[in-house]
């Protein structure tokens, strides 16, 4: 494998013509962190005044070919080192007249920026992008001309860098900027490493790179899939990569590593795998063995390609905070865990393909559960993480509803099972301020009015209308007259405002309606009762004294089951509301169709 590896100036890359193909990455700095961190790097090293500047390194650029070198690695550095030409460049031509200084100067970014070819009576671009991004904006900037072509995310970051490139130098005198353009061509150096083949040169990149993963993780995986593929199969492997990254894009996921991780864990690995350590897993035996990269590149990226699919729907059901989609549950996961959540994807990543979107559902509604009885039970998230780890084992084998149904009713189960007594004892605490943020209190109260509905034999409403719906405290919040006697305090009284057993979701015309209804010294929980039974929420209605829908409805016996039975509103009855929630807890968050404490739900 011949290598040549030479350090040379950015004056001494006019003697190459560059081409970022096709397949690789589009331009991604961004202005405000890596531009103007090469910027800030550079002036740093410069001493104004100095008869000899000390050079400064920025890093290594990969290239194979001859002629026009395509190039493997650091095209982001090359990228901004080309926009920054141009700024100099069109700064100079801003100036009528030039000095001798500054003209030489400037033929001397020209030469760096394209060579006139007499012959084709064409200019060749000394630095040529061919990923579709690009389009043809490159060669617009060189030219000085203004781009009126598609905006795609790469030419706005390169906008931008531009943009930030010339607000540096706008801080520059004439003076200034011809001795900053004489350190940035003569003193600024980039270590150039041509190789004579594209897998000796991706060999390169990948033994560069390796030592960290961090950010360059995926990177790292799409170079060793090009370079274990035929090149037959590039292309492909080209078109699939940019169909994986825009399935990333459209859920906005800003950390493609975590689902990478995820989808390694959930689908071949079995310990848990770091960030930093992904790269190595991958390439180690283990992990050879287990994706199959060697023998089959290709296969590998149709793998992932298909996960990056599955991901980001659930990623986007997450985030929707709408019930109403393909994955109900999935959404509501948002909503008990956080909407930025993604540690649920892990078990779900590892289902079987074959497997129908009720399949996926209904695993979905039993994590759902898990959570939320975790949350109650107050078992932080990083627990969750090896809990989930050692369930994909499992998943992974799982062909049929019948086996997920029985492993839901076995391992899920059976790792929350026995913690009913704490789970209650904790759930009888709750406090409003306990299930923050808003979003969260509403879904928990919406979930319980839900099973109510279901019971009633009614469509339940969906987490959106529950989500529109006003938050009511019973015990008013602000009362008039004297407190109760049985309150030994303003905090007593706060306190028992704060409880979940005293909150109720509402709607807002209903809740307006009750505004007034806040003084204590007057019959004010029946005037409320008066207005709870308009409301849609089954939940809402039976706390109204009395309430019933015919004789012997579904309705009605779940309200004598659960023991809705609220003559007036006080310590007592806020404590015995609790109490009925928590029965409803139970019965909702059911894992493998059974309660926390293994007695079955009502039906």
Avoid at 109 to 138: C, G, V
Wanted: aromatic letters at 10%.
């Amino acid at each position: 494998m011949k290598i040549e590896a030479d350090v040379h100036s950015i004056n001494k890359l006019k003697d190459y013509f560059f081409v970022v193909p096709d397949y690789q990455r589009e331009y991604i700095w961004k202005a405000d962190d890596h531009v103007e961190q090469f910027l800030n790097d550079i002036e740093a090293e410069y001493e104004p005044g100095a008869k000899k500047q000390s050079s400064y390194f920025i890093g290594s650029i990969i290239l194979v070919g001859n002629g026009a070198f395509e190039v493997i690695d650091g095209q982001q550095r090359l990228t901004t080192i080309v926009l920054t030409l141009c700024a100099f460049r069109d700064r100079l031509k801003e100036k009528i007249t030039l000095t001798k200084r500054e003209t030489e100067h400037r033929k001397k970014l020209d030469e760096l920026l394209y060579e006139y070819d007499l012959e084709t009576d064409r200019s060749r671009y000394r630095l040529e992008l061919q990923y579709e991004d690009s389009h043809d904006y490159f060669k617009h900037r060189i030219d000085g001309n203004t781009y009126a072509g598609e905006r795609t995310a790469s030419i706005e970051r390169m906008d931008a860098a531009y943009d930030t490139i010339v607000e540096h130098l706008n801080k520059l005198d004439d003076d200034e900027l011809i001795d900053r353009l004489n350190y940035f061509l003569t003193c600024v150096e980039l270590v150039v490493i041509k190789s004579e083949d594209l897998g000796s040169a991706l060999k390169i990149f990948e033994t560069i790179n390796q030592r960290g993963a961090g950010l360059n993780a995926m990177d790292l995986v799409k170079n060793l899939i090009f370079r274990k593929a035929p090149e037959a199969e590039f292309n492909r492997i080209k078109v699939l990569w940019k169909e994986l990254m825009k399935e990333l894009d459209a859920c906005q996921e800003t950390d493609p590593l975590r689902f990478l991780r995820y989808f390694l864990m959930a689908r071949y690995a079995d310990e848990l795998i770091r960030e930093d350590g992904i790269y190595k897993w991958i390439i180690s035996d283990k992990g050879k063995k287990a994706l199959g990269y060697e023998k089959d590149a290709l296969g590998f990226a149709k793998a992932m390609l298909s996960a990056a699919k599955r991901y980001s729907a659930w990623v986007l059901a997450t985030e929707s905070r709408s019930d109403t989609g393909a994955f109900p549950s999935i959404a509501r996961i948002g909503l008990v865990n956080k909407i930025k959540s993604r540690l649920h994807l892990l078990p779900l990543l590892a289902l079987d393909e074959r497997l129908k979107a009720g399949d996926v559902e209904y695993l979905a509604a039993q994590l759902e559960s898990y959570l939320f009885l975790a949350m109650i039970l107050n078992i932080q998230a990083k627990y969750h993480e090896r809990t989930f780890l050692s369930w994909v084992q499992d998943i992974r084998k799982l062909k049929t509803r019948k086996d997920l149904e029985q492993f839901a009713k076995g391992t899920m189960h059976g790792s929350i099972k026995g913690q009913h007594k704490e789970f209650s004892s904790q759930f009888l605490l709750l406090t409003i301020g306990d299930l923050s943020p808003g979003y969260r209190i509403k879904y928990v109260l919406g979930r319980l009015d839900s099973t109510l509905a279901v019971l009633a034999q009614q469509s339940p409403m969906s987490s959106t209308q529950y989500g529109e719906m006003d938050l009511e405290h019973m015990l008013p919040q602000t009362p008039k007259g004297a407190l109760p006697a049985e309150f030994s305090s303003r905090d007593d009284y706060d306190s028992h405002v704060a409880r979940l057993g005293n909150a109720l979701l509402l709607e807002g015309t209903i809740n307006k309606a009750l505004n007034k209804v806040n003084d204590l010294g007057t019959d004010w929980f029946s005037k409320k009762c008066v207005e709870y039974v308009k409301s849609s929420a089954w939940g809402v209605k039976l706390m109204a004294h009395g309430f019933a829908v015919g004789k012997n409805t579904a309705i009605n016996r779940a309200r004598d089951h659960y023991g809705y039975e609220f003559k007036k509103w006080d310590k007592a009855a806020i404590a015995k509301h609790q109490e009925v929630l928590l029965q409803l807890a139970m019965d909702t968050w059911t894992i493998g169709g059974q309660r926390i404490d293994g007695k079955q739900p009502p039906k």
